[in-house]
């Protein structure tokens, strides 16, 4: 894989016509761990890989980055960090609870998402928004809404749970890389921890269209790609089980070994031990 990463980044500079990398922001793109992740989301092919880390490369610098979301994605942090109102920042982190919360085997920290508290329907309801956001939806429309998702998220609060959204995940990737230099080593993905404990049907229904918004309007997973090591669903209430037992008949098998779905309490703690330091 190492030698791949070499072959991998000669190209990468030939594509971009530069002789070394850049000195910018943009030169996460060129380091070992990322273009590992890029490799290995591509199975380790390097043309195919050259392809995804470019269109990636071009999403991070888009003036637009997804339908309803204009800004680069800096943008959309700064405005996240220093526009959003203290109210929505706090409303979303005390009806969203989610963080990073002890330490695996490697020494990395491990994301926990208390998902069966979420209910971002109604949360979206909630915020107050920028007056950018209300004025956006009223002077839009046309080509963009025709290529807008009826399921997904409708209202002007949604652009506040996008901006938070990525903020908060932003500021979990910075203090893993913190916790990476301590260590002088890049880990590999982190391992996440989904608490299903409460959730409904209903509840499961309405808080998706949030998550596929973020995957297929923004491309989550092929940005972002190789971020999760392994996700323990726990708590898991039958209909979550079935959902995941029919999806992994449609994901890929390097995705569908990440997934860990529990409901018996001694079965995933067993299973998380030989991770996690609990």
């Known amino acids: 894989e190492l030698t791949l990463v070499e072959a991998f980044r000669e190209v990468l500079l030939q594509k971009k016509g530069r002789d070394s990398s850049p000195e910018d922001w943009r030169s996460v793109f060129y380091k070992k761990a990322t273009l590992l992740r890029f490799l290995r ?3 380790l092919k390097v043309d195919a890989a050259t392809d995804m880390i470019l269109s990636a ?9 997804a339908l309803r979301m204009p800004g680069t994605f800096l943008d959309i942090i700064r ?5 959003d109102s203290p109210e929505d920042r706090e409303l979303y982190r005390k009806h969203r609870p989610h963080g990073l919360f002890g330490f695996d085997k490697r020494g990395a920290k491990v994301q926990y998402f208390r998902y069966g508290g979420f209910d971002d329907a109604s949360l979206e309801k909630r915020f107050k928004g920028l007056d950018a956001d209300r004025a956006y939806f009223e002077q839009s429309g046309g080509e963009e809404e025709q290529n807008w998702n009826s399921a997904w998220p409708k209202g002007p609060g949604h652009r506040v749970w996008v901006r938070q959204f990525l903020l908060k995940n932003m500021e979990d990737v910075v203090t893993l890389s913190k916790e990476q230099l301590k260590h002088d080593k890049a880990f590999m993905g982190v391992i996440q921890v989904w608490d299903l404990r409460g959730i409904q049907i209903g509840r499961a229904r309405t808080n998706w269209p949030f998550m596929q ?3 297929a309007g923004f491309r989550i997973l092929d940005n972002f790609p190789e971020a999760t ?13 079935l959902i995941i037992s029919i999806l992994g008949n449609f994901l890929p098998p390097t995705t569908r070994d990440k997934l860990r779905c529990f409901s018996d309490q001694a079965a995933w703690l067993e299973a998380m031990t030989k991770d996690i330091d609990l």
């Open 41 to 43: 989301a591509r199975e």
């Open 57 to 65: 490369m071009t999403w991070f610098e888009s003036e637009k980055m």
């Open 79 to 83: 405005q996240a960090e220093l526009e």
């Open 213 to 215: 918004y973020m995957l």
């Open 229 to 241: 090591k392994t996700i323990y669903l726990v708590n898991a209430p039958w209909f979550i089980k």
